[in-house]
């Protein structure tokens, strides 16, 4: 039973243009949301994150937005980058006793010239 | 910065061998993760621990066990390897409570079993 959702394995965008990630997530109890970025042969790095109290969160180039009457969210990133080109996941946790992740199947992102 | 290392970048083993994957992370944080990382899976959840000597199920242990004797050190343990278990395993800790900041990942190993 997939608890968090990532529905488009990849996503091809011209750089300059932006990027939209989502991500889908069945379970209520959660009040936590991350975004991690992967590059190949490297583990998986922090990006942004949100609480459930918020429903947008920006770092930059990067906005995360939660919709929980959806149980939804969403990275944008403006301008795209080459750099950006990458495997994203989202992930979810829930309550204060545990820091227990629950990762997405990931998005590949690639930002062409 | 906090590192978390993981001892091997690519391993290589045979069926039905013991495998220990090791990883150590120098902030003093209480939790420690494993996770393997498949195609079309994404991450998924082996075993955690909480505390030195404490540990608990994931959402897929079997096959696998783990030892925390110490508070940097994070093993897991491949009782005897299969080729299902051929995966990028990763390894992370966080600090309590740090959650607006995530995990901090190991650089991962990439284990074959043949």
């Known amino acids: 039973d997939q608890q968090v959702k990532q529905n488009s394995p990849s996503l091809s965008v011209q750089e300059g243009r932006i990027s939209i990630l989502n991500c889908d997530y069945t379970?209520?109890?959660?009040?936590?949301f991350l975004w991690y970025k992967k590059y190949p042969a490297e583990g998986p790095t922090f990006l942004i994150s949100?609480?459930?109290?918020?429903d947008k969160n920006e770092d930059g180039r990067f906005t995360v937005f939660l919709n929980k009457s959806a149980k939804h969210l969403s990275l944008h990133i403006v301008p795209s980058q080459p750099g950006d080109s990458a495997v994203y996941f989202c992930?979810?946790?829930?309550?204060?006793?545990?820091?227990?992740?629950?990762f997405g199947t990931g998005t590949r992102l690639q930002v062409f010239p | 910065d906090v590192k978390v290392t993981q001892s091997s970048r690519y391993l290589v083993k045979r069926t039905g061998e013991k495998v220990f994957l090791e990883c150590v992370q120098d902030?003093?944080?209480?939790?420690m993760f494993w996770y393997r990382q498949d195609p079309g899976l994404g991450l998924r959840l082996i075993y955690f621990?909480?505390?030195?000597?404490?540990?608990e199920k994931g959402d897929i242990p079997e096959g696998y066990s783990v030892s925390r004797e110490k508070k940097e050190r994070f093993s897991l343990i491949l009782e005897s390897a299969s080729t299902n278990q051929t995966s990028m395993y990763l390894c992370?800790?966080?600090?309590?409570?740090?959650?607006?900041?995530?995990?901090?990942f190991g650089s991962g190993t990439r284990l074959t079993v043949v």
């Open positions: 992370a800790s966080v600090g309590a409570p740090d959650r607006a900041y995530g995990y901090t």
């Open positions: 621990s909480y505390d030195v000597k404490m540990k």
């Open positions: 379970n209520s109890m959660f009040d936590y």
């Open positions: 949100i609480s459930s109290i918020k």
């Open positions: 992930a979810a946790s829930a309550g204060v006793d545990t820091d227990k992740l629950i």
């Open positions: 902030m003093d944080h209480e939790n």
